[in-house]
Every structure is written in C-alpha cells, then in structure tokens.
C-alpha cells in the first residue's frame, strides 16, 4: 500500500500534532464544562490515531522496500 506523497504528508502532521493536539484540547474541555461523553470521545480520537499511525507505518514500509529493491 503506497500513499502519495501530499497524502502521506497530511496524515503524518494530522497523527503526530492535529490528533493529540485535538484529543487533549477535548479532555480538558469535556472534563471542565461536563461536556457528557467526553471519555468514549476521547478514546475514540486515539483509537483513531493509532489506526492512522498504523497505516502510515505500512506505508512507509512499502515505500523503503520499494527504495531496496530500486538500487
């Protein structure tokens, strides 16, 4: 599974900063205001994340055997 690069550079900003940056941000909020749902929510966004991080380390996989078998 190859991802094209603008792709495989979106999800990998998205994984590393946009998601856990988002996760905390709803932690905080949800838990101060009583936001209800807040920890199914929470879960889910890392659930998310890890699923996407995943993917992307398939990716890269698949692009450095590539990069191998090139040379």
Avoid: H
């Avoid at 999800?11 to 838990?31: D, E, H, Q, R, V």
């Avoid at 659930?47 to 450095?64: M, Q």
């Amino acid at each position: 599974m190859k991802l094209p690069d603008s792709v495989y550079d979106v999800l990998k900003y998205l994984c590393l900063y946009g998601l856990p940056s988002i996760t905390l941000f709803w932690a905080a909020i949800g838990t101060i205001w009583g936001i209800p749902y807040t920890t199914e929510i929470e879960r889910t966004l890392v659930a998310v994340n890890a699923l996407l991080g995943g993917l992307l380390g398939i990716s890269t996989i698949s692009y450095n055997k590539t990069k191998i078998e090139d040379k």
